[in-house]
């Protein structure tokens, strides 16, 4: 958890601008993490309203008050997307076969595809400014993925996940919240990401492949560490994590219980 002290300029009232903001006033922005960036606080105020930031403060609370990770085992994952409208089951199932950020799948736009001919299949590249670690990333698709991809097409001009004809702002939306209640969990959008990451771990993913699948590669060209033989490599990794044969409650429920 996190807390946001902000120093600015509001332009609409034409006056200085002194705020504090918790973790209920802005994870809907996007998921929130433990390490909250002065870039990501600014834009979070300029989304929730018209301020000229001047200075970003942050002030982190102790690591034994950060939210524990609650990744999901394949039952509690249909109970929790029987309750979500069917946009958000789409967002939700795409995170939890990627290993993607909320702001990233609200964010995730049709020119950002690129195909595979040889593999049949399409990765996408998010540039680095859409990116926590500030580093361009490479969405691969296992079958499950592939097929949301799919299904999207035609639905928006540019943005890959919209509702009623609009992109999304966040996934952590009341539509969220009433299925997380409805399905009796503690569940954060995050911890999608959380459960790709267990699920791969359990079905015995090599740790530097899990890294590169959940985006915690740093500093390597692009251009020069992807191929055709590479991604397919990530695929076929990445469809370990579909298979409910491979789950391992033991390990879900270890880390449900650390914080680290």
Same mark, same amino acid.
């Given at each position: 958890?996190?807390?946001?002290?902000?120093?600015?300029?509001?332009?609409?009232?034409?006056?200085?601008?002194?705020?504090?903001?918790?973790?209920?006033?802005?994870?809907?922005?996007?998921?929130?993490?433990?390490?909250?960036?002065?870039? +990501?606080?600014?834009?979070?105020?300029?989304?929730?309203?018209?301020?000229?930031?001047?200075?970003?403060?942050?002030?982190?609370?102790?690591?034994?008050?950060? +939210?524990?990770?609650?990744?999901?085992?394949?039952?509690?994952?249909?109970?929790?997307?029987?309750?979500?409208?069917?946009?958000? +089951?789409?967002?939700?199932?795409?995170?939890?076969?990627?290993?993607?950020?909320?702001?990233?799948?609200?964010?995730?736009?049709?020119?950002?595809?690129?195909?595979?001919?040889?593999?049949?299949?399409?990765?996408?590249?998010?540039?680095?400014?859409?990116?926590?670690?500030?580093?361009? +990333?490479?969405?691969?698709?296992?079958?499950?993925?592939?097929?949301?991809?799919?299904?999207?097409?035609?639905?928006?001009?540019?943005?890959?996940?919209?509702?009623?004809?609009?992109?999304?702002?966040?996934?952590?939306?009341?539509?969220?919240?009433?299925?997380?209640?409805?399905?009796?969990?503690?569940?954060?959008?995050?911890?999608?990401?959380?459960?790709?990451?267990?699920?791969?771990?359990?079905?015995?993913?090599?740790?530097?492949?899990?890294?590169?699948?959940?985006?915690?590669?740093?500093?390597?060209?692009?251009?020069?560490?992807?191929?055709?033989?590479?991604?397919?490599?990530?695929?076929?990794?990445?469809?370990?994590?579909?298979?409910?044969?491979?789950?391992?409650?033991?390990?879900?429920?270890?880390?449900?219980?650390?914080?680290?």
């Amino acid at each position: 958890m996190a807390q946001l002290h902000v120093i600015g300029r509001d332009i609409e009232e034409d006056k200085p601008l002194n705020l504090s903001f918790d973790e209920g006033k802005w994870t809907h922005l996007s998921d929130f993490e433990k390490s909250i960036t002065p870039e +990501r606080a600014k834009l979070a105020l300029l989304i929730l309203g018209n301020y000229s930031i001047k200075e970003v403060k942050i002030r982190l609370l102790p690591q034994h008050d950060q +939210r524990q990770k609650y990744p999901l085992t394949f039952d509690e994952q249909r109970r929790l997307f029987n309750h979500l409208p069917d946009h958000l +089951r789409q967002m939700s199932l795409f995170m939890v076969n990627t290993g993607t950020r909320d702001s990233e799948v609200c964010n995730l736009q049709w020119s950002m595809e690129i195909p595979i001919e040889p593999l049949n299949n399409s990765v996408f590249l998010i540039p680095s400014q859409l990116v926590k670690n500030g580093y361009d +990333r490479v969405i691969v698709l296992n079958s499950v993925a592939k097929q949301v991809i799919d299904e999207q097409r035609g639905k928006h001009p540019s943005h890959v996940f919209s509702f009623r004809g609009k992109p999304l702002n966040r996934m952590n939306n009341t539509g969220w919240k009433v299925a997380r209640a409805a399905a009796g969990l503690k569940v954060r959008v995050h911890d999608l990401k959380h459960t790709y990451g267990t699920r791969l771990r359990s079905a015995g993913v090599d740790e530097e492949t899990r890294k590169e699948l959940l985006g915690h590669r740093s500093g390597r060209s692009i251009t020069t560490h992807y191929c055709d033989a590479n991604i397919k490599n990530l695929i076929e990794a990445s469809e370990r994590a579909t298979n409910p044969a491979h789950e391992s409650t033991l390990l879900t429920i270890l880390i449900r219980k650390s914080t680290r």
